[in-house]
């Protein structure tokens, strides 16, 4: 809008003109598209902003929200459950594996030996001491 058909436009809205102004601000928006649209646009925004009555998310919006939420929380849980539940029997399998071969490895049959915790032998153990030239 140029500036003064904008000052007389906005004025429109709160009816403040004079009927000559009416009639030469009606001859404007006719012939220039650019005024006109801007007019709509001017039009639009004022009604949004002047509607009186509260946005509302509808009943049971709160209800609804929270009952969502839980169903997910469901359908996570159990999809947490079945991964689990797929792979327990091959995870059984593999700790089962892991004691027979320390059965089978070990020397003795004590329940250290059998989970791996046996002690080692001195002999089987070499130290390597960095720090004895330094104290010399």
């Keep these: 809008m140029e500036g003064v058909n904008d000052d007389l436009f906005l004025q429109s809205l709160d009816g403040k003109i004079s009927e000559k102004q009416k009639l030469k601000l009606a001859e404007a928006i006719k012939s220039d598209f650019v005024l006109r649209k801007n007019a709509d646009q001017f039009v639009k925004l004022r009604t949004k902003l002047l509607r009186k009555e509260e946005e509302s998310f509808g009943p049971f919006f709160a209800e609804r929200i929270i009952n969502r939420i839980k169903t997910l929380k469901k359908e996570i849980d159990y999809q947490i459950f079945f991964f689990f539940k797929k792979y327990q029997l091959a995870a059984i399998g593999v700790v ?41």
Excluded: M, P, R
């Design 96 to 136: 089962v594996a892991l004691v027979v071969l320390n059965i089978v490895l070990s020397d003795q049959l004590t329940v250290k030996s059998v989970l791996g915790f046996e002690d080692e032998h001195a002999d089987d153990i070499v130290t390597i001491d960095l720090y004895k030239n330094l104290t010399e």
